[in-house]
């Protein structure tokens, strides 16, 4: 199935998604920054626009956001993730993400497809990596059974899901499943963009830190087929 054939998931009531929004639109709405906005929106290639809130204002206003506020059902996170991606600006979408990493460990396997759908909304790489490396990875972690879901992420036409299953496992050093890694890497190796070949090279330099041995190893049995972008990514950390 292909990325743009899956439906968008539906939308839960949630009284606690409802004060969350309307504190935040309000909050971050006031102290939007026409002047920082532009040049915001520019550095991310115009993925998405931005209300001009720098990372040290716009974490401050979500404490402000959050404060003396229950913690989220799994559905309470769905409404919040949906909702917010509904919002133009980027900073809403950085909301959500900063508030599902804080509380992705309520969610069950079946908040996956969520994730998915806002990777591939509007992606970029300041909202998927954040996604793969801290929603994907523990939901995946605490699920072996959603390795299947990574195996179809790795093969899709969607680079952002390409790249997700890629950078799932990032932080799992030991833990992760080196056959599955090395597999995803050999599967798009020749792929053309540089996000994915990025990708690759970050996580093999990455597992590296764990096993460099393997690392080399695999570098050196597929340089061919691996991009000089991989391969130097790759071994930076294998020398």
Not at 162 to 189: G, I, M, N, P, W
Request: charged share 25%; proline share 7%.
């Amino acid at each position: 199935m292909r990325s743009n054939d899956v439906r968008p998931p539906e939308i839960p009531p949630s009284a606690l998604a409802d004060t969350l929004l309307d504190r935040l639109t309000s909050t971050y709405g006031a102290a939007a920054d026409p002047r920082q906005a532009r040049p915001m929106a520019a550095y991310m290639k115009d993925a998405a626009p931005f209300l001009g809130l720098r990372t040290p204002l716009r974490r401050e206003l979500s404490q402000a956001v959050t404060g003396r506020t229950p913690k989220p059902a799994e559905a309470d996170l769905t409404a919040l993730v949906l909702r917010c991606w509904e919002l133009p600006e980027r900073e809403y979408h950085y909301f959500a993400v900063d508030y599902l990493r804080r509380h992705v460990t309520v969610c069950s396997s079946g908040f996956l497809p969520v994730v998915r759908h806002v990777i591939v909304t509007v992606p970029w790489w300041d909202t998927v990596d954040l996604l793969a490396v801290h929603a994907v990875g523990p939901l995946v972690a605490a699920d072996p059974g959603l390795t299947a879901v990574m195996d179809e992420w790795s093969r899709d036409e969607d680079l952002w899901l390409v790249r997700s299953a890629l950078l799932h496992q990032l932080r799992y050093k030991s833990a992760t499943d080196s056959e599955r890694l090395f597999a995803y890497c050999r599967r798009q190796s020749g792929h053309p963009d540089f996000f994915v070949r990025k990708a690759i090279g970050w996580a093999l330099r990455e597992y590296a830190k764990t096993d460099a041995e393997a690392v080399r190893a695999f570098v050196a049995a597929h340089r061919d087929a691996l991009s000089p972008l991989s391969v130097r990514e790759a071994l930076k950390n294998a020398r």
